[in-house]
């Protein structure tokens, strides 16, 4: 039976709390009750003069990026907008129902006058994770390293072509190291320092947006400016560690740096999880070095035979092309072209 809603009551005068609008089961009632957020007073003192107009709650502003970022909001800006309206979110600052908002940009000049060049949110970070680890809900024993690029803000034909210094591996040293030793073991002379100096370039694209940003190639059609968030998480998920670098760094050149971190400011783990993408003999060398055991696929043995199987078989490819592009029977074209592959492969693999 269809029904009408006749009596509007949007002007009815109601006794009610902020709290009683809040569901019990909602994301900030979990976050307020699982964190103490007044050790941010004590982190931020100094930064704060002792005379002058009152400040804004310092609690607040890190709320505020609290908010953002669990709820997927784009920029300050539009959070504000919504904590005008959103009753879970005043109930989380601690604001009542007439209390006005911050504006937007009062994060910005805080940030830029007090917070800017210091580690504030990384100790905020570690001050909540090891909230965390005294729950008893952190378990670093295995630990997973991963990395995802997220998109820059920036156009990606507005660039400028540059040519830089090749940055130096992280286990260079090590390696110049066990040269000059395996050397005096075999009573030769070792390597004078200036011997491995030696100065690489390479060209980049610069973003003139966002220098900061690296040029990204996934494929034909991802193509752009990214960073690229490097996180070490244990079993139940919580983040450990976090490194950020421009889109253009390999996975495997932050490994060691990440786990440095992670061994520094919570534990050392007993083994280290990753994708191919990590293993080189270096990493496993590094890890099995520390102790800690490596956990890595399985990948096909890189040696002189396989990359020149490969490149055969891109030779191949290309008499296959030709041959199908210079017959009218492209069928049989194909068969005598992976004929050829096998013979040629077996050669191969007999010569070796």
């Keep these: 039976m269809l029904s009408k809603h006749d009596s509007i009551q949007r002007d009815q005068l109601e006794m009610i709390t902020l709290d009683q609008l809040v569901p019990p089961n909602h994301l900030v009632r979990k976050m307020e009750a699982a964190i103490d957020f007044t050790f941010i007073y004590d982190l931020v003192k100094d930064m704060y003069s002792e005379v002058g107009r009152p400040s804004i709650d310092p609690v607040i502003l890190v709320k505020l990026t609290f908010i953002q970022y669990t709820f997927g909001i784009r920029s300050m800006r539009k959070t504000i907008e919504e904590v005008e309206t959103n009753m879970a979110y005043r109930w989380f600052l601690g604001y009542g129902f007439h209390d006005k908002a911050p504006h937007f940009s009062t994060f ?35 630990i997973f390293v991963d990395s995802t690029h997220v998109k820059a803000s920036a156009n990606k034909r507005k660039f400028e072509k540059k040519i830089v ?49 690296g040029y990204y190639v996934k494929d034909e059609r991802t193509k752009q400016f990214a960073y690229s968030f490097h996180a070490a998480a244990d079993l139940n998920g919580f983040v450990l560690g976090t490194i950020v670098t421009p889109g253009n760094t390999h996975d495997s050149h932050i490994l060691e740096p990440l786990v440095e971190q992670v061994i520094e400011k919570v534990v050392k783990p007993e083994a280290v999880a990753a994708d191919a993408a990590y293993k080189t003999p270096a990493i496993t060398n590094y890890l099995f070095n520390k102790k800690i055991i490596p956990a890595l696929p399985y990948t096909r043995p890189r040696t002189i035979v396989t990359f020149a199987l490969r490149a055969s078989y891109k030779r191949t490819q290309q008499q296959i092309k030709r041959a199908i592009a210079s017959t009218n029977r492209p069928n049989t074209s194909v068969q005598y072209a992976h004929l050829y592959h096998s013979v040629q492969k077996a050669k191969f693999i007999k010569k070796w």
């Design 108 to 142: 910005r000049k805080n940030y830029e006058r007090r917070f800017k060049d210091t580690d504030l949110f990384e100790q905020i970070f570690y001050g909540i994770l090891m909230t965390a680890a005294d729950s008893k809900l952190i378990s670093a024993e295995h």
């Design 165 to 213: 210094r090749k940055e130096t591996r992280a286990y260079q040293g090590r390696l110049q190291d066990e040269i000059n030793q395996d050397r005096e073991n075999h009573g030769k002379k070792p390597f004078p320092p200036d011997k491995f100096v030696k100065e690489e370039t390479k060209g980049i694209k610069e973003s003139t947006t966002d220098s900061e940003s």
